[in-house]
């Protein structure tokens, strides 16, 4: 793969980048530092690209009775199920900043299991766990057991559909071998 692609396949860019695209690849470089190469391997159709930043803006930082630290959580759960790499680095990598502990961010890579969370959260990863590795499995228990931790029905949408969502895009990163920017592995360290 050359060093200047996103992912394995040959998709460059759509160039010129819409007014639009552009004014957000801008803001992700004045904000992040850097334009996510996810970003970038969407980017070679305009109309792609605006379909997942806006579920992912959706799911990842619109109000939500999870925190964003959550959010990211599950992101990293779920990642470490389906051995995605892109997303391991990434949402590790956010897991290591929001929540100021590095030990956090490597254990949810490595297996949430050990990793010091509250029993709310502990539940909320098992659920999009066995969300990930067996959902015809998911039953009526599963649920109540998130009741019974404290998450409403609303709350269980939304760790369902952020479980969801890393699902597929763990499979087209592993599918196109999609490549974290290396500014990621030395973050929040």
């Known amino acids: 793969m050359a060093n200047d692609m996103p992912t394995a396949l ?3 860019m759509v160039d010129p980048l819409p007014e639009a695209t552009q004014k957000y690849f801008d803001i ?6 850097m334009v996510p190469n996810v970003l970038r391997a969407y980017a070679f159709d305009i109309d792609k690209l605006n379909a997942f930043a806006g579920m992912y803006n959706d799911l990842m930082l619109a109000d939500s009775a999870l925190s964003k630290l959550e959010r990211e959580m599950i992101a990293v759960a ?7 790499y892109y997303c391991l680095v990434a ?20 297996n949430y299991r050990v990793a010091k969370i509250s029993a709310k959260q502990r539940a909320m990863l098992d659920f999009a766990v066995k969300l990930t590795e067996a959902s015809a499995k998911v039953e009526e228990a599963d649920r109540q ?18 479980a969801g969502f890393f699902n597929m895009t763990n499979r087209v990163a592993s599918a196109t071998d999609m490549r974290p920017n290396d500014d990621y592995h030395a973050q929040a360290r």
């Not at 779920?78 to 995605?84: F, G, I, L, Q, R």
């Not at 019974?148 to 559909?161: L, P, Q, V, Y």
């Open 10 to 12: 040959d998709l460059p």
């Open 28 to 33: 992700c470089q004045e904000k992040l530092g």
């Open 78 to 84: 779920v990642s470490s199920v389906n051995k995605c």
């Open 91 to 110: 949402h590790g990598a956010a897991v290591r900043e929001m929540s100021g502990d590095p030990q956090l961010g490597e254990a949810l890579v490595m």
């Open 145 to 162: 057991a998130l009741r019974d931790a404290g998450f409403t029905d609303r709350n269980i949408f939304d760790i369902a559909s952020v």
